[in-house]
Nanobody, 116 residues
Framework: VQLQASGGGLVHTGGSLRLSCAAS????????VGWYRHVPGKGRDWLAG???????KVADSEKGRFTISRDNANYTVYLYMNNLKPEDTAVYYC???????????WGQGTLVTVSS
């Protein structure tokens, strides 16, 4: 499975962005796709996930601001981010948990910069 993340960029405080994570390869083996935020010097925080069956979950800290969805036609997982704040500035990664595989597959990351 290969993941291609995109959609990052520069946005003002209060703005919105849609991040995309396009999956290719053995898509049927994907169990869960999640979005994560990585701030340099800190860990990688889980933000939201969507299961093979389409169930979604968003981190409590981001409920009301972030939503996750998937386009099954081209297996792209989207993270919609609203009311962005300067502290949301980070590299955002999508990761896939693969059936029968211990290690998570990662996309390359996309940079989000929120200016004040």
């Amino acid at each position: 499975v290969q993941l291609q993340a995109s959609g990052g960029g520069l946005v003002h405080t209060g703005g919105s962005l849609r991040l995309s994570c396009a999956a290719s390869g053995s898509i049927s083996s994907i169990n869960v796709v999640g979005w994560y935020r990585h701030v340099p010097g800190k860990g990688r925080d889980w933000l939201a996930g969507i299961t093979k069956g389409g169930n979604t979950k968003v981190a409590d800290s981001e409920k009301g601001r972030f939503t996750i969805s998937r386009d099954n036609a081209n297996y792209t997982v989207y993270l919609y981010m609203n009311n962005l704040k300067p502290e949301d500035t980070a590299v955002y990664y999508c990761g896939a948990d693969i059936l029968g595989q211990q290690l998570r597959e990662w996309g390359q990351g996309t940079l989000v910069t929120v200016s004040s």
